[in-house]
């Protein structure tokens, strides 16, 4: 993501907060979305991957986020730690944002992690804030999945992958996005897996 990002690309839309449309959530996670998964894993192909998007798309994720910058171990009113989105790097230097499609395998990876719900273009921006070309989707299983490119750079503009007739894909733009663009609410462009 080192190329000129377009507008709204990296929005500052947060993680967290209370949020009514989750009260009741138990984290528990969307049998349809974890058999997409599974689906996109068993038969690799880019039908199966991006059907595995679109059900990501309709589903809320959980992002783990971690305490950090108090590493002190005694009483001390001047420390401050926050809580932090996790990213991983690698030695090359890119990074990913994880999120989870259940407690159970957010659980599996960490089990001190906070969970904090949000949706998949929501990710995206952290992602984009944060400099992180990837977000990895139940990094430590049952089926591991990786958003890259520019199928992340839309999703972070706000937009969510859809299935069309006969076998296409196309852009729903949220009620975000179209604050951002004036674009028709559906955009016709076939993604890239």
Same mark, same amino acid.
């Given at each position: 993501?080192?190329?000129?990002?377009?507008?709204?690309? %990296?929005a500052?839309?947060?993680?967290?907060?209370?949020?009514?449309?989750?009260?009741?959530? =138990?984290?528990?996670?969307?049998?349809?979305?974890?058999?997409?998964?599974?689906a996109?894993?068993? @038969?690799?192909? #880019?039908?199966?991957?991006? =059907?595995?998007?679109?059900?990501?798309?309709?589903?809320?994720?959980?992002?783990?986020?971690?305490? $950090?910058?108090?590493?002190?171990?005694?009483? =001390?009113?001047e420390?401050?730690? !926050?809580?932090?989105a996790?990213?991983?790097?690698?030695?090359? %230097?890119?990074?990913?944002?994880?999120?989870?499609? %259940?407690?159970?395998?957010? #659980?599996?990876?960490?089990?001190?992690?906070?969970?904090?719900?949000?949706?998949?273009?929501?990710?995206?921006?952290?992602? @984009?804030?944060? $400099?992180?070309?990837?977000?990895?989707? =139940?990094?430590?299983?049952?089926?591991?999945l @990786?958003?890259?490119? !520019?199928?992340?750079?839309?999703? @972070?503009?706000?937009?969510?992958?859809?299935?069309?007739?006969?076998?296409?894909?196309?852009?729903?733009?949220?009620?975000?996005?179209?604050?951002?663009?004036?674009?028709?609410?559906?955009?016709?462009? !076939?993604?890239?897996?």
């Amino acid at each position: 993501m080192t190329k000129d990002l377009p507008p709204g690309f %990296g929005a500052n839309r947060s993680l967290g907060g209370y949020s009514g449309e989750y009260a009741d959530d =138990d984290g528990s996670p969307a049998p349809q979305t974890r058999e997409a998964l599974a689906a996109a894993v068993e @038969a690799p192909g #880019q039908q199966t991957y991006l =059907d595995a998007v679109v059900q990501l798309c309709l589903s809320r994720l959980l992002v783990p986020l971690m305490a $950090s910058g108090d590493e002190t171990m005694h009483h =001390d009113p001047e420390r401050h730690a !926050e809580m932090a989105a996790v990213l991983l790097e690698q030695a090359n %230097g890119q990074r990913a944002v994880l999120a989870f499609t %259940g407690i159970d395998a957010l #659980q599996a990876w960490n089990a001190k992690a906070r969970p904090v719900p949000a949706t998949l273009d929501v990710v995206a921006d952290v992602a @984009a804030q944060s $400099s992180a070309g990837t977000i990895l989707i =139940d990094f430590a299983g049952p089926s591991p999945l @990786a958003i890259d490119g !520019e199928l992340l750079e839309n999703l @972070a503009l706000g937009r969510r992958l859809v299935a069309l007739a006969e076998g296409s894909y196309g852009w729903l733009a949220t009620h975000q996005s179209l604050q951002e663009q004036t674009d028709p609410s559906v955009n016709r462009q !076939e993604p890239r897996g």
